[in-house]
């Protein structure tokens, strides 16, 4: 089956650092979503894209559908300490089903 | 108002034990699931159903079976807990005729079995 490798596996930064997160897949993908996770909630739902080199903000969260449409990256800019939690990248080819990578754990040091 | 609601939040419960965990959605999406997540946070899809019919059935023991009475709702029923079955539940919906559509999740239910 499709497998998507997310790096890096956990990143402790200071705030006010920016964070650059990313997924990669030798399998092609027609949507990269990207999720948060807060402990003991579900993941939410940040950002969605939909094209092949399509940029995307969210606030201070940028992302990026890359252009082969096998990677995609998420840049957090002035991270604060609310920015702590596991962040999800998930690819979608037709149909519903999401493959998602393994997730990065974002510590942030005040 | 909550889009994806789960029941229970917590459930403890020993083994050998038949649990049913409860989910709903007020977003009218036609499409739910429920994942799977271990104690590396990994996020595993089980099921999915498609207006009320089965489309995505991962390799899961028979000891697991979801049952959709109408579309905003999709239930786990599990059978004969085992230890290995104590993890985070996650219920999902989305709207599928949007290719690869957005998934919203509910606030997922800690399973433990002792």
């Known amino acids: 089956g499709q497998q998507l490798n997310q790096s890096p596996q956990s990143m402790f930064i200071q705030e006010g650092e920016d964070v650059s997160m990313n997924c990669t897949s030798s399998s092609i993908f027609n949507t990269w979503l990207w999720y948060k996770q807060d402990p003991g909630e579900g993941p939410v739902l940040l950002i969605a894209l939909y094209k092949a080199g399509e940029l995307t903000s969210n606030g201070r969260l940028t992302a990026q559908f890359g252009i082969t449409r096998k990677d995609s990256f998420l840049n957090i800019s002035a991270s604060i300490p609310s920015d702590v939690g596991i962040y999800f990248c998930?690819?979608?080819?037709?149909?519903?089903?999401?493959?998602f990578g393994e997730g990065t754990q974002l510590t942030v040091n005040p | 108002d909550t889009a994806v609601s789960q029941t229970p939040k917590y459930l403890v419960t020993q083994m050998g034990n038949d649990k049913s965990i409860k989910c709903e959605q007020n977003l009218g999406h036609d499409t739910m699931y429920w994942y799977k997540q271990d104690s590396k946070k990994f996020l595993k899809i089980m099921f999915s159903y498609n207006n009320k019919e089965l489309i995505i059935n991962e390799t899961v023991p028979n000891r697991f079976s979801p049952k959709s009475p109408d579309k905003a709702h999709l239930n786990l029923h599990i059978n004969s807990l085992e230890l290995g079955d104590s993890a985070v539940y996650f219920c999902?919906?989305?709207?599928?005729?949007?290719?690869?559509?957005?998934?919203?999740f509910g606030p997922g239910t800690r399973l433990t079995v002792t």
């Open positions: 999902a919906s989305s709207q599928v005729r949007l290719a690869g559509g957005k998934q919203y």
């Open positions: 998930a690819g979608g080819t037709s149909g519903s089903r999401l493959t």
